[in-house]
């Protein structure tokens, strides 16, 4: 890996999963055994999927489910994109009432509200939302939240009051402000908990309508670790209420064939559903990179053992194709961060604090930022298997949240 390419190289990880150290999964480290959900989206015949035009066909699920969940601010400017138009169409506008964010922090709801609502809330002030979140190497880098709550405060303005968006946000209220060591970090790493109390107060108990902005893999049917993924915890309580819609991963940037897509011209940006389809008859792990997890005794097992018989219809009800996979563009640094010397020197101490590779000094990251601007295209991640040296490190942080006092892995 190139300097320049840190940045973009950093939020496709994020994207598939595969920052196995940051706190989007250092709520695995912690969770022994599997979520236990009975599957209830079986495949019985293989066909190719029918494009069709995403932003119409999202809308259209709103009519029947109250949730469509999706991922947002990965690193993928191409789903970004996408979303923006969505949240402008005034279709949208008249079906839907909450924007649920893993790029919030609950302990700034308040604010979020009087700025959503248009009262006078500085944007530096609101930037705290998003920026001071658990995911600060997504969440703390992402254009697209600068974007998406300017946008929405926008369109409130047009709106009578019972009409308006509201931003919900989900992620643990960590004050970074006392964080001084990764212990400090610990009481926040149940981020799928927290996730789905949200959904539950907020949107499903009420019967609110609601797009859901997370990573896929809080959004899987029946998926994820311990007690399960947010969307697989809440629909204990509340089932058959959720759209799940993800990206296709690394899924056609090899030999496989994307004939779904391109046997009615390519049309794009397109759903393609997964029920009774080719796609959906294929496992998770044709798409996604395979997250790891620990067992009872701290050892490193695949999140995804035992589960082979799910197909991806079990646990996604539709993809994105955004067009030809080699092709998709990341998403850039925004420029208010580039040049924001004191915010960039505190991204550095969290990302220490958790673990993860980056820069050592502001030089060295701005030589990444220039050389960076060269490397536009979103790269397909590697389908690599993890390395035993960050099998130990996660052991080791196993070890360490169960028995705090131990340093050293037996």
């Not at 009420?206 to 959004?219: N, P, S, T």
Request: aromatic letters at 8%; hydrophobic letters at 40%; proline letters at 7%.
């Amino acid at each position: 890996m190139t300097n320049g390419q840190f940045f973009p190289r950093m939020l496709r990880s994020a994207r598939c999963g595969s920052l196995l150290l940051s706190l989007a999964t250092t709520s695995l480290i912690s969770r022994p055994c599997k979520a236990q959900v009975p599957t209830n989206h079986p495949v019985s015949v293989t066909k190719d999927a029918i494009p069709e035009p995403a932003i119409p066909a999202i809308l259209k699920e709103f009519k029947t489910f109250e949730v469509v969940a999706m991922p947002a601010a990965h690193g993928q400017k191409d789903t970004d994109d996408l979303i923006l138009s969505l949240i402008r169409d005034p279709r949208f506008l008249a079906s839907v009432n909450d924007i649920v964010v893993e790029c919030g922090n609950v302990r700034y709801q308040p604010i979020l509200d009087r700025y959503i609502a248009g009262e006078n809330v500085s944007f530096t002030e609101v930037q705290h939302v998003w920026r001071d979140t658990t995911v600060q190497q997504m969440c703390g880098s992402s254009g697209f939240y600068e974007q998406l709550y300017p946008l929405v405060r926008s369109l409130n303005q047009h709106l009578p009051a019972a009409s308006r968006l509201r931003i919900v946000a989900a992620d643990p209220p960590i004050d970074w402000s006392k964080i001084r060591s990764y212990e400090d970090l610990t009481p926040f790493f149940d981020r799928d908990g927290s996730i789905a109390s949200v959904m539950e107060r907020e949107v499903l108990s009420k019967h609110r309508k609601a797009l859901m902005l997370f990573g896929v893999f809080h959004l899987l049917h029946g998926g994820g670790p311990g007690q399960g993924d947010a969307v697989t915890r809440y629909e204990r309580h509340y089932p058959g209420r959720t759209f799940v819609i993800s990206d296709l991963g690394y899924y056609g940037t090899g030999k496989e064939p994307l004939v779904d897509a391109s046997a009615r011209g390519e049309v794009w940006p397109a759903l393609l559903r997964t029920k009774n389809s080719r796609l959906g008859s294929l496992g998770l792990d044709s798409f996604l990179q395979t997250p790891i997890t620990t067992d009872e005794e701290c050892n490193v097992i695949d999140a995804f053992a035992g589960e082979s018989s799910k197909t991806v219809a079990d646990q996604i009800d539709a993809f994105l194709y955004l067009g030809p996979q080699r092709s998709l563009l990341v998403e850039p640094l925004p420029a208010d961060i580039a040049l924001d010397r004191a915010y960039r020197s505190e991204w550095m101490r969290r990302m220490r604090l958790v673990g993860l590779p980056g820069p050592s000094t502001l030089e060295e990251m701005n030589a990444q930022i220039v050389e960076g601007a060269a490397h536009p295209i979103l790269t397909p991640p590697l389908r690599e298997s993890v390395s035993q040296e960050m099998k130990m490190r996660i052991r080791q942080g196993c070890l360490s949240t169960k028995h705090p006092a131990s340093n050293t892995a037996p």
